[in-house]
């Protein structure tokens, strides 16, 4: 034998090798066999091979949903999921579950190429929620849409009997001009900007931004669910189109995780849970699946900024901070990603950040707005809700109230922070005008900012669940906050309000300096008239949205679409060009609700994300996928 022939080498064996060396000639020839079978299966095209080798597995039920949603076609493409959800009647058509009723008629970032399943699939293997295995809960991901139905308390389109029973009242009128409004600006946006993120109504083309990281048509995502409710029904299908046909996530840019979330997950959600429509509940699980690298920090608690290449989370300097109203608005959607995926993995995410929050110690009960991720330690003292903290509010409250009210630890929270608001953040003008301050380690800025007046229908909103005592005083409260916002509108030149206001050297509820009197087509004061006129009736809060109406005809309409001014003090204010996808989402849904009868998206039945995108409340007897009892 040729190892025989080794200078020095003496037999250790029959075969002549000592046992180091049988140990290397076995290792070599397995790596060989190992790389020439395995090759078999990294050539290009080698199906036909790998089906030689591997047997068959037999197909469970359902699994052809679970295939899309974790990002590979399934294997008959053309035919529908295994027992889709039942689409919802098309907006204005008549819903089985309500038809026993007389029924009464209501009123950008660059397009990306089509992907293949291909790349699609390879786009999310490094983000995918973890594989369900059999016996996990929902493996098949299947919703029983049509049992969700039933057990809403109010048609989604309200009790409506025939137009031609409807008086010609004045209100009927205001409700079809917000309804016209919409389509203006819905048209406006599709003539001049279809696929883009925004419209730019000045110079007629569209806006991409930099907040989405290549993700396309916010507009249209977030004008899906208020076509619907206005039952504009050839838009709705214009919008549903674009989804299927052109709405990509094999992007690659860095995005905001808040505004991807409030934006296209919020508006994806709620326009299945409207329609019943499978690519709505399929995207935004897809989606969500993209959010999760995010997460992946020291505490849990997710940075803003995710990258969408890389699957990593931005900003990755030890020193940078997360902030309060974007990892703290996130709740909802996630709850309801688990409810529709069956994958526990988002409501998991989310629970951990209230389990951080519950630890940490907070000054004086106060939240601030800025959080380490790293170590989590607050990292200044400035509280607000205002920017930076409002909406960390507002889904604590809406929490307990989607939960079917079984979110104790979200109720318990949230008044805890109201209370520490009041003691700390409340005060009084001398002329009499109530508003929340913001906090600066003890120190108060006497101003109000435009974000923070959704407090008023927020306190309104969580007044019914309040100790007995605090009921009333919290309806009030809810009242005259409401109101200072209407005098900041009021008491400038366009009725429109600045984004921020201030209250000193006997200047009250008015901007002080040019650079904080712009109006961005903002929604937060006419969500608290929505809020506190479902609650209180009082014809005022209708008075008041009205004049916002006249106002934006009259100062921000164009040729081509709405768009912000530059000076609420200007009679002749010049024009920002951008026609924000809030406020075809917000602004114009919040005035068409308080036009409307108030069981059109019944407040018994849904609550609205912050960017006013309804999700259903939880009225099932068991507490489904996504919520526990806390």
Known sequence: ??????????????????????????????????????????????????????????????????????????????????????????????????????????????????????????????????????????????????????????PVLGMRADESQEPQSRVRAQREKVKEMMQFAWQSYKRYAM???????????????????????????????????????????????????????????????????????????????????????????????????????????????????????????????????????????????????GN????????????????????????????????????????????????????????????????????NMYYEALEAIETYLLNVSPGGLTYIAEWRGGILDHKMGHLACFSGGMIALGAEDAKEEKRAHYRELAAQITKTCHESYARSDTKLGPEAFWFNSGREAIATQLSESYYILRPEVVESYMYLWRQTHNPIYREWGWEVVLALEKYCRTEAGFSGIQDVYSSTPSHDNKQQSFFLAETLKYLYLLFSEDDLLSLEDWVFNTEAHPLPVNHSDSSGRAWGRH
């Open 1 to 154: 034998m040729l190892m025989r022939k080794v200078p020095g080498f003496v037999p250790a064996s029959p075969w002549g090798l000592r046992l180091p060396q049988k140990f290397l000639f076995l290792l070599f020839l397995s790596g060989l066999v190992t790389l020439c079978f395995g090759a078999l299966f990294l050539l290009p095209h080698s199906s036909r091979l790998k089906r030689l080798f591997l047997a068959p597995r037999t197909q469970q039920p359902g699994l052809e949903v679970v295939a899309e949603i974790a990002g590979h076609a399934p294997a008959r493409e053309q035919e529908p999921p295994p027992n889709p959800a039942p689409a919802a009647p098309a907006p204005g058509e008549d819903d089985p579950s309500s038809r026993a009723s007389p029924r009464r008629r209501k009123g950008g970032l660059r397009r990306t190429r089509p992907t293949g399943p291909r790349e699609e699939a390879t786009a999310a293997r490094g983000n995918s929620i973890p594989a369900s295995r059999p016996g996990d809960e929902g493996v098949s991901f299947r919703f029983d849409f049509n049992a969700f139905r039933s057990r809403l308390r109010h």
């Open 195 to 341: 696929g883009k993120n925004e419209l730019r109504p000045l110079t007629k083309d569209g806006y991409e931004g930099n907040m989405f990281g290549g993700l396309s048509g916010a507009t249209v995502i977030d004008s899906l669910d208020t076509l619907y409710l206005m039952e504009l029904k050839e838009e709705f299908q214009e919008a549903k189109a674009w989804v299927e046909e052109s709405f990509h996530l094999n992007v690659s840019g860095e995005a905001s995780l808040f505004e991807v979330n409030i934006r296209y997950i919020g508006g994806l959600l709620s326009a299945f849970y409207l329609t019943g429509e499978e690519v709505f509940r399929i995207k935004a699980i897809r989606l969500g699946e993209k959010l999760l690298p995010a997460f992946n920090t020291p505490t849990g608690i997710p940075k803003g900024v995710v990258s969408f290449k890389s699957g990593s989370w931005g900003w990755a300097t030890a020193g940078s901070s997360s902030i309060l109203a974007e990892f703290g608005s996130l709740h909802l959607e996630f709850l309801h990603l688990t409810e529709l995926s």
């Open 344 to 411: 526990q993995v988002f409501a998991e995410k989310v629970r951990n950040i209230r389990k951080v929050l519950r630890k940490i110690e907070k000054p004086f009960g106060l939240y601030p707005n800025f959080l380490s991720p790293v170590s989590g330690n607050w990292v200044q003292h400035h509280v607000s809700v205002g920017g930076l903290g409002d909406s960390f509010y507002e889904y604590l409250i809406k929490s307990w109230l989607m939960s079917g009210k079984t979110d104790m630890e979200a109720k």
